[in-house]
Structures are given as structure tokens and as C-alpha cells.
């Protein structure tokens, strides 16, 4: 990957993979389930109720994932934290986004509350008397 694609490239590592260690048959079922977050017997059973209903095309549709999706990495994510994370950003932006907006409102009142101690008339005194000391 050259440097100029690395810049566009989302730092997002939730994406479409075929898990093979969780899976059956190449994993397929499984990474569906992992990419929207549900359980693998529910992706299972509706690829057989798929199968059932549009036998050609199902099979189709499999093998070409198959073939076009890549494996799951190992280590996709450094923990579950971070996976929970971009989980979330993928399935719910706006709750992430207002998750963050809070958080980030909640540092910035605390440095303002810092800033407020810091430039103040007690803490220079204080810091005069820790001085003489």
C-alpha cells in the first residue's frame, strides 16, 4: 500500500471478513453474523431458509463470497474495547457520536475547571507560600 493510500484508508478494521475459525463451510455464515452483530445459528438458519427458497442463486451468492471476501485477520482489534467501539460506529453512529460528544464535553469542563484553579489568585498564592518553604 503506497503512502498516499494509507491517508484515505479509514482507520475503521470493522469490515465484511469470512471467519473460518468460528465457521462451518469456509465461514462465510460466521462472518456475516460478526459484521452485523448477531448470533452465528441466526446468519445459519437463514442462509438454509435462503437455501431452500432460492437454491441457485443462494449457492451462487456463497460461493462468490467465498471467493471475494478475505479471511478474518487474527488480530483484527488490539481488545474488546476496540472492538465494541467500532462495532458501534458501524451499527450506531449517531449513539457513538453523541457517546463521544458527551465525553469530550465532559474533558473540556473539567480543563476548564483546571485552567480556572490554575490561573487563579489562591493557587499563585499557595504556590508563593510552597516557595518560601
Known sequence: MSRDESLYRSPNPH????????????????????YFGIKIWQARAAAVVLVLLFPPQTILVYILTTIFIKKRPPRLYRNRDEEDFWRSVSVRPDQTFSGLRYKFRDLEQRLAGLERHVTSEE?????????IE
Not at 469490515?15 to 460478526?34: I, K, M
Not at 493557587?123 to 516557595?131: S, W
Request: with cysteine; aromatic share 14%.
Open 123 to 131: 493557587f499563585k498564592l499557595n504556590r508563593a507560600f510552597r516557595d
Open 15 to 34: 469490515r465484511l471478513y469470512r471467519n473460518v475459525d468460528d465457521g462451518v463451510l469456509f465461514g462465510v455464515c460466521a462472518g456475516v453474523a460478526d
